[in-house]
């Protein structure tokens, strides 16, 4: 097992169960290619791939791990292996030259040894032995398992040869800059996940407060003059943060054109002029020549003394330096892998979390490159053009009470979980009988009870893949397979993972819950069903999606806002400055007077910004300033934003962050959620969690003696709720606004 103490994120769970799933597949395409962000721990993710598959698949396999020539990317991460599976093999290709390949073990392989050109790391005696110990392996039976990390590399006749000669069953390729392929099976990693999982930056910002239209004397000078005081803020904020034992210096890199040696020379000598020089070994320099390396020890620990790294070649593929933070970029007409692969060196956070404000969980491109800009922007989701808005006098001083969760609040103990779900399932099923009745209520609900594996398959004659893609379901025919604990153990632990991330719970816990509500020689004195050993796994599987969704809403079941731990507090106030996404091609924008901060205007508040609801409130408060003395857009993650803790059924404290705090003239401070409408009758509302969350709100608002309440949008009307939640808009406890906010009829 891997020796993680918190274990896996969910994303790289999630990623594990699909590569694992894939590749246990008969009719899974050779070639899988993963799509991870730079940042996103791809490393951890194939090792703990690797000691599940040759655990719970095929331990008969050697897995052989290529990686580029650059950096010594091969031994980083055959040391990781060893630190985190010190119970799994892990080789070098000298080890198989003189040995074979075992079964059960990993070989780090540096591509350049056996495939380029010139290489003289390998005589022809051991290149031919190379081939001769896989071919060795075929005849002893041995399967391959082929992972190519930064899969974008190495893509030539000589590497296609040793591909060809291990015939893996599968071959997995891995990059930040991955291409789906028509004959590959593909995997993307959702960058949003890997974003708030607070392994790399929440946003990447170009070229924040740039004056295109400035008088200065070198553009060089005055991006570098910008990327310092950058730098300089950015220092200040680490060494302020309270309780900091450790020191991180931020760094910026400055990346030059080919032909550039008369510029390199000016920017030093502009460093120089700065107090920056290679002397005192505040600049770095790393350039594509061997002897133009200066200064490059130990500078990715968080604490090395360069400040600035000049460099005019690619950074080498897995290259970590978390406190690189600021880019300011000089070269021209670089290839897309190439923009990418750079600025993910700088979206890693040093400590492998966010702070809570901007400054330190975003990253910073400098440039007048527009083409470079547009295409960072087109490649990264996370990049937008922003505007910085600053508070209004008005608005300074203002303090409100937040909660943040109790981090050693860890839910219900297993026992008391189990009877939040028995009394969930009791309730919305009415299983009030023994485990025979139970069965047939559940069975009538919809639930599977085949001993066999259930599944669809595709049949008949397609002449084009639109065809294929649009097969009607009467195309399809339903199959059912044999079960046993041995085949299929890999399956429940997929059904167990996915049941258990839909509610945030250990495996272990869904686990037990699930063998104390269903399985048979499982004590409990309360047993929904008591199902032998192959039905309990064959349930367990075909039922997934559907225990998923019960899982799902016996958490979200209204409760008491109690928990065993009260929630934390702190002094809320609103940020000095924001950062704000707009749309610049909104013709003739309008500033909004209501709006909390200067320079706000209704290019933020446009689709793809904003929610309808949420642009029709604000517009509302436009059209009511006379009574409205501000409105404050609240964040939706962050420590420096207002949040208030909601507990679930299961007893799991989350933060939830109202949308809006509101001031009216008369000194009425407001707290506003808005949540989807309604549409002919029809809820928009997604939130499962919405009547626990409308609890925690009211009781806040009462104790806090503030006003409140939920909005939802219907025909263009807004209609406000603060007595009782009910998701029909038709109800008298959803009233229009204006008779209640932000005070009496108008």
């Not at 022809?124 to 075929?138: M, P, S, T, V, Y």
């Not at 933070?325 to 021209?332: A, G, N, P």
Request: aromatic share 10%.
């Amino acid at each position: 097992m891997i020796q993680l103490p918190k274990g896996l994120f969910g994303f790289q769970e999630d990623c594990v169960r699909y590569l694992l799933d894939t590749v246990s597949r008969e009719d899974s395409r050779q070639t899988i290619t993963v799509k991870a962000p730079t940042g996103a721990g791809k490393t951890v993710i194939l090792i703990d791939f690797v000691d599940k598959y040759l655990d719970l698949v095929q331990p008969e396999t050697a897995v052989i791990w290529l990686c580029p020539g650059k950096g010594d990317l091969e031994e980083q991460s055959r040391q990781k292996m060893c630190r985190l599976l010190p119970d799994k093999r892990a080789l070098v290709l000298h080890d198989v030259l003189t040995t074979g390949f075992p079964a059960g073990s990993t070989t780090f392989i540096n591509w350049e040894l056996v495939t380029k050109k010139g290489n003289r790391a390998l005589s022809d005696g051991e290149r031919k032995n190379l081939f001769d110990r896989i071919a060795e392996g075929h005849r002893r039976g041995m399967q391959y398992l082929i992972i190519i990390d930064e899969e974008h590399s190495n893509d030539t006749k000589k590497a296609s040869d040793l591909l060809q000669a291990f015939a893996a069953k599968n071959i997995i390729r891995v990059s930040a800059t991955a291409r789906q392929q028509p004959l590959a099976e593909y995997y993307e990693v959702d960058e949003m996940a890997v974003i708030e999982s607070g392994l790399i930056t929440r946003a990447l910002y170009i070229n924040e407060d740039v004056d295109y239209h400035g008088d200065f004397e070198s553009e060089h000078g005055y991006l570098i003059a910008l990327a310092d005081r950058k730098r300089q803020a950015i220092a200040a904020a680490y060494a302020a943060m309270p309780g900091r034992t450790g020191r991180i210096r931020p760094l910026c890199i400055i990346q030059f054109p080919n032909a550039s040696d008369r510029l390199i020379r000016a920017v030093e000598e502009t460093l120089a002029g700065m107090g920056y020089t290679y002397e005192n070994r505040m600049v770095a320099r790393w350039m594509s020549d061997a002897s133009e390396k200066r200064n490059l020890e130990g500078i990715t620990e968080p604490d090395a003394t360069p400040v600035f790294l000049l460099m005019k070649q690619a950074i080498a593929t897995g290259w970590d330096c978390p406190r690189a933070k600021i880019l300011v970029k000089l070269r021209e007409r670089m290839s897309e892998n190439f923009e990418i692969q750079t600025i993910g060196r700088l979206r890693r956070m040093p400590e492998a979390r966010h702070y809570g404000t901007d400054l330190l969980d975003c990253c910073y491109l400098y440039t007048f490159d527009d083409k470079y800009k547009e295409s960072i922007k087109l490649s990264l989701n996370q990049a937008f053009e922003v505007q910085r808005v600053f508070l209004r006098d008005a608005c300074r001083g203002f303090t409100l009470e937040k909660q943040l969760r109790n981090r050693d609040a860890d839910g219900l103990g297993e026992r008391e979980t189990f009877q939040a779900v028995l009394s969930y399932f009791t309730e919305k099923y009415g299983l009030t009988g023994g485990p025979g009745s139970n069965r047939q209520r559940l069975e009538a609900a919809g639930y599977h009870f085949q001993e066999a594996l259930l599944g669809r398959q595709l049949e008949g004659r397609f002449l084009t893949m639109e065809a294929l893609r649009t097969a009607a379901e009467t195309r399809y025919r339903s199959t059912e397979r044999q079960i046993s604990t041995h085949s299929n153990g890999l399956d429940l632990l997929h059904a167990i993972d996915s049941i258990k991330s839909a509610v945030g719970m250990t495996a272990q816990k869904t686990r037990v819950v699930l063998e104390r509500l269903f399985r048979a020689r499982v004590g409990s004195p309360k047993k929904l069903l008591s199902l032998d050993t192959l039905a309990y796994y064959a349930f367990v599987i075909n039922n997934e999606k559907r225990l998923r969704e019960d899982f799902r809403g016996a958490s979200a079941v209204l409760v008491r806002q109690l928990s065993l731990l009260e929630p934390k507090t702190a002094v809320f106030t609103i940020p000095e400055q924001e950062l704000c996404r707009y749309d610049p091609s909104e013709p003739d924008p309008e500033p909004l007077e209501t709006n909390a901060y200067r320079g706000y205007s209704t290019a933020m508040v446009v689709e793809g910004i904003r929610s309808k609801c949420e642009r029709l409130f604000e517009h509302y408060c436009e059209d009511h300033r006379d009574r409205i003395a501000w409105v404050y857009k609240n964040g939706e993650k962050g420590l420096q934003y207002f949040s208030i803790v909601y507990v679930d059924a299961f007893g799991h404290q989350w933060l939830f962050y109202p949308d809006y705090l509101v001031r009216t003239r008369d000194g009425e401070i407001w707290i506003l959620e808005t949540k989807g409408g309604e549409s002919r009758g029809v809820s928009k509302n997604i939130d499962p969690q919405v009547e626990n969350k409308f609890a925690a709100f009211r009781e806040y608002a009462e104790k806090k003696h503030l006003k409140w309440g939920f909005i939802r949008d219907r025909n263009e009307r807004l209609r406000i709720n603060n007595t009782c939640y009910s998701d029909s808009l038709s109800t008298p406890d959803w009233r229009p606004i204006r008779e209640v906010f932000p005070g009496a009829a108008l």
